[in-house]
Each structure stands twice: as structure tokens, then as C-alpha cells.
């Protein structure tokens, strides 16, 4: 009977949290959290590696930035964050911004319509999605896109580390100015303020 018990409630969990956690991310499925509206695709979408970021892929043929990171599709939507181990599907609320987001450079789509980055050309192959599934943990092992292939910039020269912290910097202060996000932002305060314990408030007005 107990075991009858235990297997009632791990399958019951299995449907309520459908999509498995991953070391390093945190995913939140919360009933008040709006899913993104769904993505149209006529086929898999193809990727391409994007230069000076670790592993991460984006789609470009899709009309809003989606992203492939670690195991996992990453897409924004009205200032929130969400990830699904599928493109197409399984959306889950992340409650951070994803730590490869402010690297990626947000003049990519312009870069990749003229195959110039920074000034240099880029030739960047384009992915299927079996191919990335099938190669992306390889890839990532072996630093391909950085070592091998510079991501397919012709003569890149990599960054001084410091360069690189100020743009990221740069990008998370202009990130936070988005009028979403902060709005985002703001529900998210009002949330936790009506989820305090009842009494709490009544303590630090004493």
C-alpha cells in the first residue's frame, strides 16, 4: 500500500512539473505567470553560434529572439525570461535574467543580415536543430566555436577581459531601463509584498 502511495504522488508530480530542473537553473511554474504566445514555425529553426559568448545560439530566421544555452531554449517576453528543454513548447517562467544574455551583443540580427562583425567578415554556418542537439555538449567541451572556428570571424581578435566586463555592464544597465522590464520589475515587488505573513508589517512599524 505505501509504495501503491508513493508511486501515486511521484506520477502526480511528473504532471504538475513537466519540466526537469538543471544545475544552474532555477525554473519557477507559477499560476499567476503568464506564458510567452506561441511561436509559429514551418520547420525546426535553424541556428547560428554567436561570437564572443560561451555556447550560446540564436535563431534568426524567428521574428523574436530566441536562444539556445546550455541544454536548454531561452526566450524574453514583456521584460520576464523563460526555457523549455523544446523550442516549440514546455515554456516555464525564469526569474532571473539568464547569465549569457549580456554578452550577447544586441546589434547580432544587423551583423548577421550584412555577414560583417565588428568589421570583420562573418561567415557563419548555419545549424540544423538535429545537428545541434546531436553536437552542442561536444561543442561546448571543446570550446569549438571559440578555439577552432572564432565563430567564423575572419581575423577575430578577442577582447581584453576588461572590455568585455564593461560591455556586459553596459547592456545590463540598458536592459534594466526597458520600460517592461521595469514594469516587471514592479509586479513582482507588489507580489512579494502581498505574500508576506500577515503581522510582519505590523512588527516593522513598531
Partial sequence: MNKLILGTILLALVFVVPIPTMAGVNVNIGISIPLPPPITY??????????????????????????????????????????SHYYDRGWAYYNHVPSFYFDVDPGWRGYYRTHNWQGHRWNYARISNRQLQQSWKGWQKNQYWERQRTWDV?????????????????????????????????????????????????EERK
Fill in 154 to 202: 575572419r581575423s577575430y581578435q578577442p577582447r581584453p577581459q576588461q572590455q568585455k566586463q564593461q560591455l556586459r555592464n553596459q547592456r545590463q544597465q540598458q536592459y534594466q531601463q526597458r520600460p517592461e522590464v521595469q514594469r516587471h520589475q514592479r509586479e513582482s515587488q507588489h507580489q512579494q509584498y502581498q505574500r508576506r505573513p500577515e503581522g510582519r508589517d505590523t
Fill in 42 to 83: 514551418q520547420a525546426p529553426p535553424d541556428v547560428v553560434a554567436m561570437p564572443e559568448t560561451n555556447d550560446v545560439y540564436v535563431a534568426p530566421d524567428v521574428q523574436v529572439d530566441l536562444f539556445f544555452w546550455n541544454g536548454w531554449w531561452w526566450r524574453p517576453w514583456d521584460g520576464r525570461w523563460y526555457c
